[in-house]
């Protein structure tokens, strides 16, 4: 019998372990299923005879270590922190380790000892990063093989709700991390635009947006995400004029979380003093020159520039940042807003989120221009078959399945890139329901 170890029973999971409990009694698996919440590990379980839930607190180095040791393969949905330490006691032990989280410099460094010892560190195995690169190198790829040369490459990709459960003015709910939707796009943007190096301060980046249509769904707006220049070689795009990787949100959102990040409300590097006490109307008038309680709507338009009946006020007003509620947690301003929007974005229960990937290829065929768009749409079923879950579990899955059944033999430390691991992984993905839609423009 083989053994899968499952770090971390969170939102991200649960597609995921259904997928390999429905596919483990035929090949002879057991899923360990890790969490701080034993209860939650059993939730995720479902009493499933082939599935056995143990709580593992992955400080624990020991235990970790002997879990890991007596498993043939691990599948880490932790956060990016913890991966060092588990990628080196997975090497510690010849276990191969998949994770949807971005490949650090740090885990780069393991690649020569991963390749002797015959395992593979397989990251960027989920949505984006994961599905991003490996249906935008398959699309490149075909456009190559016809002759034709990628001269501009665009892709942004949204976590967002679905639209019939989009009923508040931002058109936005969070569907994974709220610590991670806070702290997007902090640090310095950069990318390549016709022929160009560009970069964008993060008190600029939400004031510098692109129109993104998708067919059926209407008008989105996409910013530039973290460092586009990083890929340009990864792709094999070194001649390429434009390349671009960013998010998407819904048309508005950007203008109205671009005020928060002026007034600073967004700010992770010092602790609010008192804010316990506080109220959120108290918190916002802080971070204005006049402070005066009363007045403090009027006062925020006039620093930002915008009227007291625009679509950004709407916004900030629906999501409370003028309430006489307590803010009731001692943090920083990120954190307070985190806790503001945890609670107004929440998915209700019969929500349902949806995720949306659009890739823009721009090339050259024998001379004349040409452009294709390839969209993605995934709606979620309810709040545990969510799309994010989807999409972020299923392509680690699949990847896990083909491996223990020596269907894919890699070794070293990689990302989705090589045509070996992607063409399979999107081949099922179809299977699945997850499938891009092509148009030539």
Not at 49 to 74: M, P
Not at 91 to 107: G, M, N, Q, R, W
Not at 415 to 436: H, M, N, S
Request: aromatic share 8%; net charge neutral.
């Amino acid at each position: 019998m083989k053994k899968i170890l499952i770090l971390g029973a969170g939102r991200s999971s649960s597609a995921l372990i259904t997928y390999l409990l429905d596919k483990a009694a035929s090949n002879d698996w057991q899923l360990i299923v890790t969490d701080t919440s034993a209860e939650l590990a059993e939730e995720k379980i479902k009493g499933n005879k082939n599935g056995k839930a143990v709580k593992l607190d992955i400080s624990q180095q020991a235990e970790t270590g002997k879990l890991i040791s007596e498993t043939d393969l691990v599948i880490s949905l932790l956060p990016l922190d913890f991966h060092l330490p588990i990628a080196k006691a997975c090497l510690a032990a010849s276990k191969t380790l998949l994770t949807a989280s971005y490949l650090s410099p740090e885990i780069q460094t393991l690649d020569t000892e991963a390749s002797q010892k015959g395992i593979a560190i397989l990251m960027e195995m989920g949505l984006d990063p994961g599905i991003d690169h490996m249906s935008a190198l398959a699309e490149i790829n075909n456009i190559q093989k016809k002759g034709g040369k990628i001269t501009g490459f665009r892709s942004y990709t949204g976590g967002l709700v679905a639209p019939e459960s989009d009923n508040n003015p931002w058109h936005y709910k969070v569907t994974w991390n709220p610590r991670n939707v806070v702290l997007a796009g902090q640090g310095t943007v950069k990318y390549l635009e016709n022929g160009k190096f560009k970069f964008i301060p993060y008190h600029r980046l939400f004031s510098r947006i692109e129109k993104i249509e998708i067919e059926q769904y209407g008008d989105f707006e996409g910013y530039a995400n973290r460092d586009s220049l990083h890929y340009i070689k990864t792709y094999g795009l070194e001649h390429v004029q434009t390349f671009i990787r960013g998010t998407l949100r819904k048309k508005g959102y950007c203008s109205a979380w671009n005020c928060l990040v002026q007034l600073g409300m967004t700010d992770d590097s010092y602790m609010v003093e008192n804010s316990t006490g506080m109220t959120y109307k108290e918190l916002t008038a802080s971070f204005l020159d006049d402070s005066n309680i009363n007045t403090v709507q009027r006062i925020l338009c006039r620093y930002l520039n915008i009227s007291e009946s625009s679509d950004e006020m709407i916004k900030l007003k629906w999501l409370g940042i003028f309430s006489n509620d307590k803010i009731g947690i001692n943090g920083t301003p990120a954190q307070i807003i985190q806790q503001l929007i945890t609670k107004k974005w929440k998915l209700n229960p019969e929500d349902k989120d949806m995720i949306v990937m659009q890739h823009q290829f721009e090339y050259d065929m024998n001379g004349k221009p040409g452009k294709t768009i390839s969209s993605l749409v995934v709606k979620g079923e309810d709040q545990q078959n969510t799309a994010m879950a989807k999409t972020v579990g299923l392509p680690l899955a699949i990847t896990a399945m083909l491996i223990l059944q020596d269907k894919l033999k890699i070794k070293g430390v990689k990302i989705p890139t090589e045509p070996e691991i992607y063409l399979p992984v999107l081949a099922e993905l179809k299977t699945l329901g997850i499938e891009f839609k092509t148009e030539e423009k």
